[in-house]
């Protein structure tokens, strides 16, 4: 037994003192063979034996393949790191544990999937990555060039001496990331744990800025090496929600400043935002959203909703130009350290796209390639919407489909004027020009309410419903309805209709003085109708009629989306009879940005004529001319009101 202890005592001896440094450089050889490229420990280094050997080298070299930028994929004064012995002998590298000072780590990744921290021949393999567990740094910094995603960093971190700091490792990261400036710093736990079997969480807090994005993140993360198990409470800043798509890969609208809180949770490969709150320009937005990553195309589903909308804040997402009248509240930081906001990113986007000079329509282009980017299923709804000067909608909510795509608006529901207009929106984008197609229904929208700017209709009352059918090919909303085809049509019933304005559209001289003297009075309203047949943005009058108990309005004419002009010409035939009447027929034309609207020529210079030649015989005989004897008769308003209703085709009509 004595002999026995005796050996085991020499073997410890040997071992212990062993001159490991004259094994260097087998060592080095062996390890290079294994890993595919230069290894090498340049000064001492100092063995632990076991299934699980502890290695400590002062000054440690491990190479880049030779295509990468940086010649080190790792360059240490020193480290201390564990290797599992088994799975070294069938070319597998398991590091337990890895302690480097002052490291300096170079990692890149190509577009053909080439890596520099790939151990083999094939550096693109997945399967020849290390499998490290713990990973403890001290005063080292890493550079990361990933050509595809517009990135290249380079991050510095050292680790705090002092004892019960729960963050004690420091980071500060600057560069490029989407193309784009991208600095960050931020604290973390001391020790890097990326085995799956380490159960703790590690803590983690960050502020980053890519272009005119901020975040600020903190929360800990339970899988550092698949980046899962996310638990984080976040605040997200920025001038452009769409600019995500480049950092994130997640498609959203062009939106205008924005700030943002909520709760980031990641399982497995989907991202949970939950608790939202913020503001979109004035309009505040809450909810959640989900983004799948498990599929070939990642899916965002959710809901988000807002208590108070401002309209002007929807203008980038149908590609007009930020009014600006809401003060980007997202600036608020720019505010605080006294740097002067720049446009924010939709502005830029839709000032030079957003309409042309003299156009109304928005010919911001659809962006195609990111509606192939991702999948989803979002609803979205405003309680209130508020400051819309052209049409007085009060609430809304649209489910957001796309899939494949092909981006689906059903339903969409909006209240207006006291009633509803609902329908779908569906732009095929893997057809080029995108094809678009629109269906809307109008239901029972209040006259009086429908143009709160005009005064003289607040005294009205009576319902509109209507349809819009349109198809169009376009990668813009001023493209798609120039080449639109399909039909219009706008029906109103039984109602009342300031008389003014009908006095006013026969220039009733008379009438129109002596509603300015007495006050404006209302007439019975039969009914009203205005449908057009649309062909290649063309838009063709089916009928005009209004019908009131004092006047009968006929209409024809047309409207060119294509081109943004109109050419209408109203008939008034008086039911009563009045002096002091020039009536003739009324054209509105011009552009849709500067409308004219005034009496025909030629029928208004007859009449006025024959005023001149009896004002030179009489002067009292100048007022005959003027005396309207009220030929019109009362239309067969549910003829007209059929007929309008139906398109072209069904009037057989070709």
Not at 30 to 59: C, K, M, P, W
Not at 334 to 343: F, R
Request: proline share 5%.
């Amino acid at each position: 037994m004595a002999g026995i202890g005796i050996v085991l005592i020499v073997l410890v001896l040997v071992i212990s003192f062993f001159p490991w440094d004259s094994l260097r450089g087998p060592i080095n050889r062996y390890v290079s063979d294994q890993l595919g490229r230069r290894f090498e420990i340049t000064r001492h280094l100092s063995v632990n034996l076991g299934f699980t050997t502890t290695v400590s080298a002062d000054g440690i070299e491990i190479a880049n393949p030779e295509w990468a930028h940086d010649p080190y994929l790792l360059k240490a004064t020193a480290a201390q790191f564990d290797i599992s012995l088994l799975p070294l002998m069938v070319g597998k590298v398991v590091l337990p544990n890895i302690k480097l000072t002052e490291p300096r780590i170079g990692l890149q990744i190509e577009p053909d999937g080439r890596r520099t921290w790939a151990f083999s021949r094939d550096t693109s393999e997945n399967g020849t990555a290390p499998q490290i567990g713990s990973f403890v740094v001290d005063q080292g910094s890493v550079s990361y060039l990933a050509k595809a995603q517009g990135a290249d960093l380079d991050v510095q971190f050292s680790l705090a001496s002092e004892s019960g700091n729960d963050l004690p490792l420091s980071f500060k990261a600057s560069g490029r990331w989407n193309n784009g400036a991208f600095t960050a710093d931020g604290r973390t736990g001391g020790a890097l744990e990326f085995s799956r079997d380490f159960q703790a969480s590690f803590p983690i807090e960050v502020n980053a800025v890519a272009g005119r994005t901020r975040l600020k993140a903190k929360g800990s993360v339970a899988d550092l090496a698949n980046l899962a198990g996310i638990d984080a409470t976040f605040d997200l800043q920025g001038e452009n929600l769409d600019d995500l798509f480049g950092l994130l890969g997640v498609v959203l609208p062009s939106t205008p400043p924005y700030k943002l809180r909520g709760k980031l949770d990641k399982k497995d490969k989907t991202w949970d935002v939950s608790q939202i709150q913020g503001l979109l320009g004035k309009s505040d937005l809450s909810g959640s959203l989900s983004f799948d990553q498990s599929s070939a195309v990642p899916l965002l589903t959710g809901k988000v909703q807002s208590k108070v909308m401002d309209f002007a804040d929807l203008a980038p997402v149908i590609g007009i130009a930020h009014s600006g009248r809401s003060t980007p509240k997202a600036n608020s930081a720019n505010a605080s350290t006294g740097s002067k906001a720049a446009p924010s990113s939709a502005d830029k986007k839709a000032l030079p796209t957003g309409t042309a000079p003299g156009k109304v329509l928005p010919r911001t282009p659809l962006d195609v390639p990111r509606l192939n980017a991702m999948n989803a299923d979002v609803t979205y709804s405003a309680a209130d919407i508020r400051h819309v000067k052209e049409l007085p909608l009060d609430k809304g909510s649209v489910h957001v489909k796309l899939n494949a795509g092909v981006l689906q608006l059903e339903p969409i529901s909006l209240g207006v004027a006291g009633g509803s207009v609902a329908g779908t929106i569906r732009i095929d984008s893997t057809v080029a020009p995108a094809a678009i197609t629109t269906r809307l229904d109008v239901r029972a929208l209040q006259l009086n309410q429908l143009f709160p700017a005009v005064e003289n209709t607040k005294t009205g009352f009576g319902k509109f419903s209507g349809q819009f059918n349109l198809a169009g090919r376009g990668n813009s909303v001023a493209q798609m309805l120039g080449s639109a085809s399909g039909d219009v049509a706008i029906l109103m019933g039984k109602g009342e209709i300031s008389n003014i304005l009908l006095e006013f559209m026969g220039l009733d001289g008379g009438e129109v003085i002596k509603f300015l003297v007495r006050g404006d009075n209302t007439v019975q309203l039969r009914c009203a109708a205005a449908a057009f047949d649309v062909k290649q943005g063309l838009m063709t009058s089916r009928a005009i009629v209004l019908d009131t108990s004092d006047t009968v309005v006929t209409g024809q004419g047309q409207i060119s989306l294509a081109n943004e002009t109109l050419d209408i010409l109203f008939k008034p035939l008086p039911k009563d009879v009045s002096i002091l009447s020039l009536r003739s027929p009324l054209r509105i034309g011009g552009t849709f940005a500067k409308t004219t609207a005034g009496p025909e020529t030629s029928a208004l210079a007859g009449r006025v004529g024959i005023a001149l030649v009896l004002a030179a015989i009489n002067p009292l005989l100048a007022l005959a001319a003027t005396i309207e004897t009220g030929p019109g008769e009362d239309a067969d308003c549910a003829a007209v009101l059929s007929k309008a209703a139906r398109p072209a085709a069904a009037n057989g009509k070709k």
